[in-house]
């Protein structure tokens, strides 16, 4: 049986109609693998608390230091782990992607205006200077005035960076690709979003298998939902 | 209905099992390899593996006599291809069985089906030396099931299947989902309603289909028995899982139940991009199940038998091809290691078969095909006597024809043991 703080939840969000089906008349949206399976309805399965998101120092796209637990806490946040050159089709690019079509179909759900965030953060501190980050993020960093604030953070170094990848559990390993001719620095990793609720715990954890901003919207129904 | 099908099936299995087990000193069942690995690891090894890590299971009077993982060096171009590395003992014996990766693939779990203790080695700072990092204990007061069974790699944590649980030690069991440092998150029961016998044994994913789908097999009261007793008695014989479970994997809740008769064990997904089919062997009817999806419903039939079903061969372990065109099937009571062409999955065919031992377990090939690695035990129990108690892991060339030996390590004169489940492993898997 659902509470009332849950049911009108569900009546506020589904007020809110399409919006929160990303449509596929949006181009962006258009290259997005197509979700394979109906996925269960928001509200009817739970999202386990699989760990608390750590917390560690981060710079700011204006290069002033933050504490990564600002961002994780009191909002529902979509966390990825990213660097900006990563080509890999089923890696960062993707995860950008998603985040885009998230960013959209936030902005046009007013009643999860100013209740999620998204936070974008480099584990590649070496080339992904605030400077770097500041050029890759564009017109997506955030905007508070449209209610859907997107962060994006890199870390000072690999020192500061290593207790958050490892605390998230988002391997990471240089390689060297030497097949294009000059050799090319990659940092291998498994891409990983998390889902964070507003006290700070991990909820969710989305490989490219699953990743989807269909899934990702049903989730965060989910847990507005809860008590 | 549902159910009544399944009842009727197993009883005109159970007594030629008996039968033919009863007839045996002592027989026995088994998870492997690249191919069966989580969708969610990443890292697999598509080259020349450099070792083959082995849970063997501790022997009274053998070496130190616990359970173990033990390296082998398996790449040929190496000095001591064929040889033991080295071992890392647990201190106790409890039944060791499997193992998995986590989705980093830098640990490695792995339990006993005695005890409800999960050990946790680090063979990401140094692949060639594993080492036991952690004990997770609770796996017991958090979920009430014993013998962890599968471990299957899912985003940064671990889904546990148990085989029974520490009420009444029965087949009545579930699963425990821990995140990656050890921690425990929650239980999942097998399902004991619409079908369901609340049996576990293997479970599998596929993420693009948000499908997981479970076996079962049998609890504690009967797989730590000596199988000679435990085929005369059969009340216990009864005590068997005959059926299969397709869960809403996002939710972790079960949908459909089928009707697989006695005691579907190892399930392996195509791993071809658009296939949305799992196969899986039954050992003790001895036949494939092949579980698809059809205008959005999941069934599971029959499609083949392996050897002569009146002998029990025992099928205990499958290996699918990376390309979802061929399996392995290895039955341990004649010691055969069989191929099947999966070209038509719904009809598979045997077109090859070679005696690799007198005993044999578990079956694993690398991510191209060409090596074929085979382990010996099934269950401490359960595994023959005398001569026949052959403890090893063999490998073997496979060119599409035939099997060729490479290499053998005698797990008995090594005093490592009983030889049971295998994972690969690379040095270019070495942390940075």
Same mark, same amino acid.
């Given at each position: ?104 179909? #936030? &902005? !046009? ?5 100013? @209740? *999620?965030?998204?936070?974008? /953060?480099?584990?590649? =501190?070496? %080339? ?35 207790? #958050? &990848? !490892? ?5 990471? @390993? *240089?390689?060297?690709?030497? /097949?294009?001719?000059? =050799?090319? %620095? ?42 | ?432």
């Amino acid at each position: 049986m659902r509470s009332a703080k849950a049911e009108l939840a569900l009546v506020a969000l589904a007020s809110a109609g399409a919006a929160l089906a990303p449509g596929p008349s949006r181009a962006h949206e258009a290259a997005l693998p197509p979700l394979e399976f109906e996925p269960p309805a928001p509200g009817t399965y739970t999202l386990q608390r699989i760990m608390p998101a750590p917390d560690g120092e981060v710079l700011g796209l204006d290069g002033h230091s933050h504490r990564l637990a600002r961002f994780t806490h009191d909002r529902i946040t979509v966390l990825g782990f990213v660097y900006t050159t990563c080509i890999d089709p089923e890696g960062c690019p993707l995860a950008q992607r998603v985040f885009d079509s998230l960013q959209r179909s #936030l &902005v !046009e759900t007013p009643a999860l205006r100013g @209740r *999620v965030r998204l936070v974008t /953060l480099s584990f590649d =501190p070496a %080339r992904d200077t605030p400077a770097a980050l500041r050029a890759y993020a564009g017109h997506r960093a955030a905007d508070e005035r449209s209610g859907v604030a997107w962060y994006f953070f890199t870390t000072r170094s690999a020192r500061e960076l290593t207790p #958050l &990848v !490892e605390g998230f559990g988002q391997d990471v @390993r *240089v390689s060297v690709d030497r /097949l294009g001719g000059l =050799p090319r %620095r990659e940092l291998s990793h498994v891409l990983k979003v998390f889902l964070i609720d507003r006290a700070g715990f991990v909820r969710e954890i989305y490989s490219s298998l699953f990743l989807h901003p269909q899934t990702v919207l049903n989730d965060i129904e989910t847990l507005l939902m809860e008590q | 209905m549902h159910r009544r099908i399944v009842g009727l099936v197993l009883r005109a299995a159970l007594p030629a099992a008996a039968l033919v087990l009863a007839s045996m000193t002592t027989a026995g069942v088994a998870v492997a390899d690249e191919t069966c690995n989580s969708p969610y690891i990443a890292k697999l090894i598509k080259g020349q593996e450099d070792y083959i890590y082995v849970w063997a299971l501790g022997v009274e009077g053998v070496g130190d006599g616990s359970d173990k993982l033990v390296t082998i060096d398996v790449n040929p171009k190496s000095k001591t291809y064929g040889k033991v590395l080295g071992s890392v003992s647990v201190g106790t014996r409890g039944e060791a069985h499997h193992m998995g990766f986590t989705d980093d693939r830098r640990y490695i779990w792995a339990g006993g089906l005695a005890e409800p203790n999960i050990y946790v080695f680090d063979i990401g700072k140094d692949p060639a030396k594993p080492a036991l990092v952690k004990t997770i204990k609770d796996m017991a007061d958090k979920s009430g099931y014993l013998g962890p069974h599968t471990y299957y790699a899912m985003p940064g944590r671990m889904l546990v299947q148990g085989l029974s649980n520490t009420k009444d030690k029965s087949g009545i069991t579930g699963m425990a989902l821990y995140n990656n440092k050890g921690d425990f998150i929650a239980s999942y029961p097998m399902p004991t309603d619409n079908g369901g016998d609340g049996y576990g044994y293997d479970l599998a994913v596929n993420p693009k289909r948000n499908v997981l789908l479970t076996s079962s097999f049998t609890g504690y009261n009967n797989y730590m028995r000596p199988l000679g007793d435990l085929v005369k008695d059969a009340e216990a014989m009864k005590k068997f899982g005959n059926t299969m479970v397709a869960w809403d994997l996002k939710a972790m809740k079960p949908k459909q139940v089928f009707a697989v008769p006695g005691a579907p064990l190892e399930i392996r997904w195509s791993l071809k991009a658009g296939d949305n089919w799992a196969i899986t062997a039954t050992a003790l009817t001895s036949k494939l199940w092949l579980v698809k999806e059809s205008k959005g419903e999941w069934t599971a039939k029959e499609v083949a038998t392996i050897g002569d079903p009146a002998k029990i061969p025992l099928p205990v372990d499958i290996s699918i091809r990376r390309d979802g065109k061929g399996l392995w099937v290895n039955t341990f009571m004649d010691g055969t290691t069989r191929y099947f062409d999966l070209s038509n999955p719904e009809a598979p065919k045997q077109t090859y078969e070679k005696v690799t031992g007198k005993q044999v377990n578990m079956i694993s090939q690398s991510w191209d095909g060409k090596r074929v690695y085979i382990t010996s035990s099934l269950l401490a129990n359960w595994d023959k006597g005398g001569a026949d108690n052959e403890q090893f892991l063999r490998g073997f060339a496979w060119d599409g024809k035939e099997l060729k030996p490479t290499f053998e390590v005698d797990f008995t004169k090594e005093n490592l043991g009983r030889a049971h489940h295998m994972k690969l492993g690379s040095r270019s898997l070495k942390s940075s």
